[in-house]
């Protein structure tokens, strides 16, 4: 056998790519869903927020029950991850809303800088403002 040959990480040349994130959340209510991802990207929580219809099976209060959401990926930097669970704690109508984080990793270097620069609150002169998800 002939040992296994590694690539360099393209990490080294993405600005900051560590700290580019995805905060996850789901909801029942479709309109919900769009008034919290709305308010978290105003807010400069999150650079855009992705909403997708999922099926969800669960059990709750000893009961398993099944339903529609709405998947919520809001796209952010690792800084901003708890003020952003605070927001969407307080806009959600779940007892429990599940919310968990997951590391955005090989980030193209483009769109790693525009996630950053939109979460900064800055806009850089002549920036694409056409950069989506």
């Known amino acids: 056998m002939s040992p296994v040959t590694r690539l360099p990480c393209p990490d080294a040349a993405i600005p900051d790519s560590s700290s580019a994130v995805a905060v996850i959340t789901t909801i029942d209510d479709r309109e919900l869903a769009r008034t919290m991802a709305h308010a978290v990207v105003e807010q400069g929580l999150a650079a855009c927020v992705q909403i997708s219809a999922i099926e969800s099976v669960y059990r709750w209060e000893g009961a398993v029950g099944e339903g529609q959401?709405?998947?919520?990926?809001?796209?952010?930097?690792?800084?901003?991850?708890?003020?952003?669970?605070?927001?969407?704690?307080?806009?959600?109508?779940?007892?429990?809303?599940?919310?968990?984080?997951q590391p955005l990793f090989a980030v193209d270097a483009d769109y790693a800088q525009w996630l950053l620069d939109e979460t900064a609150g800055t806009r850089p002169a002549g920036g694409n403002a056409n950069a989506t998800n």
């Open 69 to 101: 959401e709405w998947r919520l990926s809001c796209k952010t930097r690792r800084e901003l991850v708890e003020p952003l669970k605070q927001a969407i704690r307080t806009l959600h109508s779940y007892t429990v809303p599940e919310l968990h984080v």
